[in-house]
């Protein structure tokens, strides 16, 4: 049976239901493969090109096994997503960021884990115009320090509220803003939450994939 393989960053930090590396959170069949040393701020912050082999050899992988299409636990590898698809012979889809171009009429903003590493390389990378209004969540709360440092508890209450802010701020910065986008991977379980509180559309890479998959399948 085909399924979806998820090319996971090496981390330790819990994976609520609904977050890319939980595999309850999918609607179809799916295989994780961590890509050994892709650290949070390799991939994040320091966007080491040395993780593109690594990345390409683990999507083969999945791939021979049976995957029809591959995802990632990172929308900051949006910035490999041409080398990333070129170089696999299924469908990649790295980041809820590919929704940027599809939803540009729609005025779309970001919130992101890291609002300083979210710039316009990466956006472009994604087929985005680099002016898309972003927000990062708080630098110094205790999500951006479990996410990019790496640590082994998670606060899901605090989480929600801490993306919840983001987006409220994102969305008073930028009134025009008629849909959200969250970057981060591990942000889809606040998905509900944001959309009460901005009273907007919000998608995430689980909305990709899940609208992405189900158009491959419907391919004669």
């Known amino acids: ?13 819990p994976r609520l239901p609904g977050d890319v590396g939980h595999a309850g959170s999918f609607a179809m069949p799916v295989r994780h493969r961590v890509v050994a040393g892709a650290t949070p701020q390799r991939v994040v912050r320091d966007g ?17 096994e049976g995957a029809a299409a591959l995802t990632t636990s990172c929308g900051f590898l949006a910035r490999w997503q041409a080398e990333l698809q070129a170089a696999l012979p299924v469908p990649v889809w790295t980041s809820a960021l590919l929704w940027l171009p599809v939803l540009a009429a729609q005025r779309p903003g970001v919130v992101t884990v890291d609002g300083a590493a979210l710039g316009a390389t990466v956006l472009r990378a994604a087929g985005a115009a680099p002016g898309v209004p972003v927000q ?18 998670l606060d899901a209450v605090a989480a929600e509220a801490t993306v919840v802010d983001a987006a409220r701020a994102l969305c008073a910065a930028w009134p025009a803003t008629g849909v959200v986008v969250l970057e981060c991977t591990n942000m ?3 998905r509900d939450a944001v959309a009460r509180a901005c009273g907007r559309p919000v998608h995430d890479v689980m909305t990709l994939v ?9 391919r004669p």
């Open 210 to 218: 899940h609208a992405r998959w189900a158009a491959l399948a419907a």
């Open 136 to 153: 990062g969540i708080h630098p110094g709360s205790a999500l951006a320090r479990t996410l990019l440092d790496d640590l082994p508890q």
């Open 1 to 13: 049976m085909a399924f979806l393989g998820v090319l996971m960053l090496q981390t330790r930090f």
């Open 48 to 64: 080491d090109p040395a993780l593109i082999a690594p990345f390409i050899a683990a999507g083969r992988a999945l791939v021979a």
């Open 188 to 190: 889809p379980p606040y």
